[in-house]
């Protein structure tokens, strides 16, 4: 069973910019919640996939949207970069697990994150 | 929206001593409560949860409270080890729907040798 993955690990952009981040959910996990994490704080929600639809919004513009692929994958896109836009870009995954094991919803199992600096 | 509150923000003490550290919570449609260890340069890992039927849940030497009709809830850890200095972040969500976690401002723990 492989853990959630995460791509690039760090990434430098400037203003204005478009930035795609990668996630590989647990096996057979079909729920990927994506987080942002600002230096010092805890992460904050900015949406959540299941089965590819988006399932959840937090309090996070347009400018931030997202995909799910049939094999649970994910992907977040930020248009538009901001200097505020800077922190560690953290995906969750969740869910039913594979081989007929059942899994929880609840508890999220998170990935090492990527680092995004915005200059 | 729900809302955490975690205390306190740094806490140091000495190897084989007890810490503890407690989240107040807004919203009580919140009823999953799990407690997450962050080490430098990774990603949060779950290290124990509690659901609100429960009052108190044990892993070993980690042990979490529910009160929920004051809407606390705390981590407990004995015989603290210096491989247990890390951030403790707390986090609250609904057990149904979209289960989104609210996470506290996290606790960077120092546990001296």
């Known amino acids: 069973e492989t853990g959630v993955t995460q791509s690039p690990t760090h990434l430098i952009k400037t203003r204005g910019q478009q930035v795609t981040l990668r996630c590989s959910s647990q096996s057979g996990h079909n729920t990927v919640s994506w987080y942002q994490q600002a230096l010092g704080q805890g992460p904050q929600f900015i949406f959540q996939?299941?089965?590819?639809?988006?399932?959840g919004r937090g309090n996070f513009p347009p400018r931030f949207s997202g995909l799910q692929f049939p094999n649970y994958s994910s992907e977040l896109n930020v248009n538009a970069l901001e200097l505020d836009d800077s922190a560690l870009y953290l995906c969750?995954?969740?869910?039913?697990?594979?081989?007929?094991?059942?899994?929880?919803?609840?508890?999220?199992?998170f990935g090492p994150g990527t680092r995004l600096t915005v200059l | 929206g729900e809302n955490v509150e975690q205390h306190p923000s740094t806490l140091s003490v000495q190897e084989g001593d007890s810490a503890v550290i407690k989240c107040t919570y807004s919203d009580s449609a919140s009823n999953y409560f799990p407690w997450y260890k962050q080490e430098l340069g990774k990603g949060p890992q779950l290290i124990i949860d509690?659901?609100?039927?429960?009052g108190e849940k044990k892993d070993q030497r980690i042990a979490v409270t529910l009160n929920k009709t004051a809407k606390h809830f705390s981590l407990h850890i004995t015989e603290t080890q210096p491989e247990d200095s890390a951030v403790y972040f707390c986090a609250a969500s609904p057990y149904t729907g979209r289960r989104a976690l609210t996470f506290g401002s996290g606790t960077r723990l120092q546990v001296q040798p």
């Open positions: 996939y299941y089965r590819e639809e988006e399932n």
């Open positions: 969750a995954s969740s869910g039913e697990l594979a081989g007929g094991r059942k899994g929880s919803y609840n508890e999220q199992f």
């Open positions: 509690i659901r609100s039927n429960v």
